[in-house]
Nanobody, 129 residues
């Protein structure tokens, strides 16, 4: 079955850290640019970061630079998102998506409005004391 599955979400206190996973099955994630997106309650989904397929360059939305780190483990067919110094504003559903055509900057800024090859179903992150 071809799918992306996110995991690792949960309830975290402000200042804490989380590592989210985006695992692919049925296809090889190494050949795709992979992005992480989040949707806060009552807001539209937005791209936050991406890792390219070829040279694994990364791109981050300015608002998350320094706190979010994207990485990939091709042997595990998985992309990770580590979030440090969590803030209540980070609360939301986090999705990953993969595409073979988009560059990372495009994926982060307008990827939500474009047809992408694969989307996961999301994992909920709640930051609260």
């Amino acid at each position: 079955q071809v799918q992306l599955v996110e995991s690792g979400g949960g309830l975290v206190q402000p200042g804490g850290s989380l590592r989210l996973s985006c695992a692919a099955s049925g296809f090889t994630l190494e050949y795709y640019a992979v992005g992480w997106f989040r949707q806060a309650p009552g807001k539209e989904r937005e791209g936050v970061t991406c890792t390219s397929d070829s040279d694994e360059t990364t791109y981050y939305r300015d608002s998350v630079k320094g706190r979010f780190t994207i990485s990939r483990d091709n042997a595990k067919n998985t992309v990770y998102l580590e979030i440090d110094s969590l803030e209540p504003e980070d609360t939301g559903v986090y999705y990953c998506a993969a595409d073979t055509s988009l560059d990372c900057k495009t994926m982060v800024w307008i990827g939500v409005s474009l047809p992408m090859d694969h989307w996961g179903n999301g994992t909920l992150v709640t930051v609260s004391a």
